[in-house]
T-cell receptor, first 112, second 114 residues
């Protein structure tokens, strides 16, 4: 069972920041938070991951609360190509334990 | 640097038949995981292969089997196909010694059962 809770859908205007929340209240100390997205008819695309510090890369920023029970993925300047289903996943950092448990994700629609 | 490649992209079978799907991992990766994604659902883990052995398995019947070759490529076999096996089958690869690094996915094989 997925250990995360996400809103089923969100809308955002093109050019604005898209903030996608994720609740993972039962996260363990050795579990990372990963974000993937899936554009229609494609495989999931890795976006970003983190343990407890905020992370930023060329695609997005990840903000993890101090108690690690929730996080927010930020797409700073959303474009129409960012329309996709976004999945938040927690996974333990154990060699070999690399199964990803997907929930339903958040369907993000970027509007012109 | 080639990413994860899967073949074929689309496949149509009838009930009771058998199917083999193929996956080549990203260069440098040694572990392959397979997922099934039904329409409108998130991907569900089927199993994972490392060093040519099945290491982890999800809640799938033994009609689903796999294989990994010495070059790390992998196959997913499904016997006695059911209508409910219609789905997008995804392959993901990773490096076992770097569990902190993400899995990379292919674009999948869409299997339709008539």
């Amino acid at each position: 069972d997925a250990k995360t809770t996400q809103p089923p859908s969100m809308d955002c205007a093109e050019g604005r920041a898209a903030n996608l929340p994720c609740n993972h209240s039962t996260i363990s100390g050795n579990e990372y938070v990963y974000w993937y997205r899936q554009i229609h008819s494609q495989g999931p695309q890795y976006i970003i991951h983190g343990l407890k510090n905020n992370e930023t890369n060329e695609m997005a920023s990840l903000i993890i609360t101090e108690d690690r029970k929730s996080s927010t993925l930020i797409l700073p300047h959303a474009t129409l190509r960012d329309t996709a289903v976004y999945y938040c996943i927690v996974r333990p950092l154990l060699q070999g334990a690399q199964k990803l448990v997907f929930g339903q994700g958040t369907r993000l629609t970027i509007n012109p | 640097d080639a990413g994860v490649t899967q073949s074929p992209t689309h496949l149509i079978k009838t009930r009771g038949q058998q199917v083999t799907l193929r996956c080549s991992p990203k260069s440098g990766h040694d572990t392959v995981s397979w997922y099934q994604q039904a329409l409108g659902q998130g991907p569900q883990f089927i199993f994972q292969y490392y060093e040519e052995e099945e290491r982890q398995r999800g809640n799938f019947p033994d009609r689903f089997s796999g294989h990994q070759y010495p070059n790390y490529s992998s196959e997913l076999n499904v016997n006695a196909l059911l209508l409910g096996d219609s789905a997008l089958y995804l392959c993901a690869s990773s490096l076992v010694t770097r569990p902190d690094q993400p899995q990379h996915f292919g674009d999948g094989t869409r299997l339709s059962i008539l």
